[in-house]
């Protein structure tokens, strides 16, 4: 077909305006994809930090507790038996479980006060669910019945703390009383998540039941999985307390995300919002190149229609030239979207470029200093796609408006 | 059986509230083979007549028939098809377009055409440009062919497909006169060796003299038709 050839070698003309249209619409497609890069990598870490260092996969827990559980009330524990014990028992895919006792505390270096959370831990089952341990940069972990803490280095330089000094948590009892925990710092850490790092106090989970005086009793217990897990485990647990009739219940750790659950879907209509201007940008590009393209070439149109060529045939002609401009851009746009998708995986931006010392935490967004992107490359493909859709169909109705032109009219439009 | 006639052709414009009339009521009939030429002042509708002979535009009143057929009787779509198998066109501006070689300004009209192979149009499209002088400049653009080669490439294409009839509007007057007596000169060569009726409008008495008929336009009527046998 002539028409198409035609339109092809159309793209020769106008170079600079054909570029600057390409490159426009290649910039949104840059955009579009260093974005979701951006958002689907801070969804991602958030996840990740949630679920190794906050939640575990599952927590498990009475309804009552998980209710008021930002409370951090030492009503509702869950008693450590021995049906407890067997509820948690030859679970296919479970591969590690938690007991934790949560609970507000002041925290004291004998000149200041500060108020955070307590966190009672067994240090060799803690490690099974989450990779806080990983994180430490001074010192080491400690051992259960050792009077020691592990805190962020964050809160030991806002505290001005380090290695063996000894702190005080100022506590309130099971019976609401007063008491202390006298406790010498053993570890420091510096995890990718904020809260972690500035607001908690690991403390040995045995210490913290003797101070707290809750015996055998923790808030809740987090379970790590085998991946793809989850579902049936939370099911097998709740069955298994059902059976036992504890009151028991598994919570997913989506449960405990909620804002960054809520972040998430807030994402996807923000995405969906980027895509729609990217691609209001591509259409007014293009129109406005068909549009200028009819108006320069309407002794050359008046003359294909003296020829004889049919609209559809003149039509085509405008639609490959701009479906050819959709196709560069795209393929620009896809490049430079991997070049910047390549460098936020490889080495992420450094959020305090932005924030400063604050932190994503404060927008509820559990990620500390570096955001790394994620690949994915199917939204290449589903953006190329649509992007080139989109040109070849907003073409169209310029393309009709050209065709459409009265022969005489636009031969002799001089 | 006249290849084109004309009966009582009125053709106005509107130019806000006023009708301006373009044609007043022509009668004409043209034969096969017919090398005619049409002159007149600007404005006395020279051009409006070429328009309506080449399926462009219908008249106001009036009608005209192509080979018997009535073209007010026609879709758009039929039109379309009407000039692209039986009217080539050479206009003022050559009407070239830009980014194809003289080659391929002429292969574009035959491709509307023919759907031969590959080894037949190039035959065909290299003899046409043969025919009219252009042999050796079948790459150039017409951003690198004089004025005169460009119109020849433009006679090329309105002839390439073999039409009927040929219609040129003016299509010397952006020629200087040796290169538009030139043009002129294979315009008859073609229609005596074609046998392609052609029709021109012209201002340019230098080229009146090749005309077989003469058609005196003035103020949208026929003031003379003169016949001369074969011409210069």
Not at chain 1, 252 to 269: D, F
Not at chain 1, 311 to 322: N, T
Request: hydrophobic content about 40%.
């Amino acid at each position: 077909m002539f028409s198409i050839k035609l339109g092809f070698k159309n793209l020769t003309r106008r170079k600079r305006r054909n570029i600057i249209t390409a490159l426009v619409i290649a910039f949104a497609f840059f955009a579009y994809l260093f974005l979701y890069s951006v958002m689907n990598g801070m969804e991602e870490m958030s996840f990740e930090n949630i679920k190794n260092l906050e939640t575990g996969d599952i927590q498990i827990t009475y309804p009552e507790y998980w209710e008021k559980r930002e409370e951090l009330s030492l009503e509702n524990l869950i008693y450590l038996d021995q049906d407890v014990d067997e509820s948690l028992e030859n679970i296919d895919g479970l591969s590690g479980i938690s007991p934790e006792l949560r609970f507000s505390a002041n925290l004291n270096n004998g000149i200041d006060e500060l108020p955070v959370m307590g966190l009672g831990i067994d240090p060799e089952h803690y490690k099974e669910v989450f990779t806080t341990q990983k994180y430490l940069v001074a010192g080491s972990m400690f051992s259960l019945d050792e009077y020691k803490a592990v805190i962020g280095e964050k809160l030991a330089q806002l505290m001005d703390l380090k290695i063996d000094d000894y702190i005080t948590l100022l506590v309130r009892t099971k019976d609401d009383t007063f008491n202390t925990i006298d406790v010498e710092i053993a570890g420091l850490l510096h995890t990718p998540h904020p809260m972690v790092n500035t607001g908690t106090v690991f403390v040995p989970l045995d210490i913290a039941q003797q101070a707290l005086n809750v015996g055998n009793s923790v808030s809740l217990i987090a379970v790590k999985v085998k991946p793809g897990y989850e579902e049936n485990i939370t099911e097998t647990l709740n069955q298994n307390f059902r059976r036992k009739d504890l009151n028991l219940r598994a919570y997913s750790w989506r449960e405990s995300a909620e804002t960054v659950i809520a972040l998430a879907t807030a994402k996807k209509g923000g995405i969906s919002a980027i895509l729609s201007i990217v691609l209001l940008i591509g259409i007014v590009g293009i129109v406005n190149n068909v549009i200028l393209s009819a108006l320069e070439r309407t002794e050359e149109i008046g003359m294909m229609k003296a020829l004889g060529m049919r609209e559809m045939e003149i039509v085509l002609v405008f639609v490959v030239e701009a479906t050819g401009i959709g196709v560069i851009g795209g393929l620009a746009g896809c490049l430079l979207g991997a070049a910047g998708v390549g460098w936020l995986v490889k080495y992420g931006f450094d959020l305090t470029y932005f924030y400063g010392d604050m932190s994503m935490s404060q927008f509820g967004i559990p990620i500390l200093n570096k955001l790394y992107g994620v690949w994915n490359f199917s939204t290449f493909g589903f953006l190329f796609i649509l992007g080139v859709t989109v040109a070849l169909l907003s073409s169209i109705a310029p393309a009709l408006w050209a065709a459409r032109k009265d022969p005489v009219k636009a031969i002799y439009h001089r | 059986m006249s290849l084109i006639e004309l009966n009582k052709v009125k053709k106005s414009y509107q130019q806000g509230k006023i009708e301006v009339p373009a044609l007043r009521g022509i009668d004409l009939t043209v034969e096969q083979g017919e090398f005619t030429i049409i002159f007149g002042p600007s404005g006395c509708g020279k051009t409006t007549l070429l328009n309506m002979l080449g399926c462009l535009d219908t008249p106001t009143e009036g009608e005209i028939c192509l080979n018997g057929r009535k073209i007010s009787d026609l879709s758009k779509k039929d039109l379309a098809m009407t000039r692209r198998y039986n009217i080539g066109f050479i206009f003022q501006n050559y009407n070239l377009i830009p980014v194809l070689t003289a080659y391929e300004n002429v292969e574009f009209a035959l491709r509307l055409i023919e759907d031969s192979s590959e080894k037949q149009i190039k035959e065909k499209v290299l003899k046409m440009l043969e025919e009219v002088g252009l042999k050796g400049l079948e790459t150039r653009r017409p951003n690198e062919l004089s004025g005169g080669e460009q119109q020849r490439v433009a006679i090329a294409r309105a002839l390439i497909k073999e039409p009927k009839i040929v219609l040129a509007d003016e299509p010397t007057a952006n020629l200087d006169s040796k290169t538009g007596i030139e043009v002129i000169k294979i315009m008859v060569k073609m229609n005596q060796e074609l046998g392609t009726t052609s029709i021109f409008s012209t201002h340019d008495p230098q080229i009146m003299k090749y005309a077989k008929r003469l058609i005196n336009l003035k103020d949208g009527m026929i003031s003379t038709d003169e016949r001369r046998g074969r011409g210069v």
